[in-house]
């Protein structure tokens, strides 16, 4: 009966003693937060000045969604990425994100799709299902039209932790940026592999995604256009 106590302690010092190679480090909930919260992820030089990158962003959790949108701008800037070639998209949840994001990507006007939202744990299982469902979908797009579309959808379990994801301020990290990032470098890898061209975002319109500002801008460029031959 000795022997079989003496075995049970041996084991279990094996899978507690932090020296054993497979034992975790013993860490608080605020480091394991913080470090969840920071970018981990390295990035290159990288030239997206001729690629076309489309944003679907939610307006649900607006504040917080606007704040990843503006991480994805800076990202993109820094890449290079020319801000006309920049088309951005709302729809009104993350459940419609990647219906979205298969209507543009068969449009064949983008290059790469960042699909940005946040969802927030509640009292029901709804998280969990659009969770599940959103993160199927955004991956089913990417196989089936082979352009790359980037997760940017937050998941967390109260406010504080999407404002550490979602800003830079107080150490936080705006997960945006990275995500800009992934899409340039996803979407030079998919132009070196196929060696084509994107249509002009101007077909978009015809997809029936031409937007209000662009409509309007168009509108008095071809009212110019008039005067000039009247």
Same mark, same amino acid.
């Given at each position: ?126 998280? +969990? ?90 509108? +008095? +460029? ?9």
């Amino acid at each position: 009966m000795k022997s079989v106590f003496t075995a049970a302690a041996l084991l279990l010092g094996s899978i507690t003693c932090p020296s054993s190679a497979f034992a975790p480090m013993p860490t608080s909930v605020t480091a394991s937060r913080m470090m969840a919260a920071e970018s981990e992820v390295s990035f290159g030089e990288l030239d997206g000045s001729s690629l076309q990158i489309g944003v679907l962003r939610t307006r649900w959790n607006d504040e917080h969604v606007s704040n990843l949108v503006d991480g994805i701008k800076s990202g993109l800037k820094e890449c290079n990425v020319k801000e006309d070639n920049i088309f951005i998209k709302e729809v009104p949840g993350a459940y419609e994100l990647p219906f979205a994001a298969k209507l543009l990507a068969m449009s064949g006007t983008v290059d790469a799709i960042i699909c940005c939202g946040v969802l927030i744990k509640g009292e029901t299982l709804h998280f +969990e299902y659009i969770s599940d469902a959103v993160t199927k979908g955004i991956m089913d797009v990417n196989l089936g039209t082979m352009t790359p579309v980037v997760y940017g959808v937050l998941n967390c379990l109260n406010d504080d932790q999407v404002k550490k994801r979602s800003s830079n301020e107080n150490g936080g990290h705006n997960h945006g940026e990275d995500w800009a990032k992934t899409a340039v470098e996803m979407a030079v890898m998919r132009r070196e592999a196929r060696g084509g061209k994107t249509k002009s975002l101007k077909e978009l319109k015809a997809m029936g995604f031409g937007s209000k500002d662009a409509e309007a801008k168009e509108g +008095e +460029e071809t009212e110019k256009k008039e005067r000039i031959f009247f």
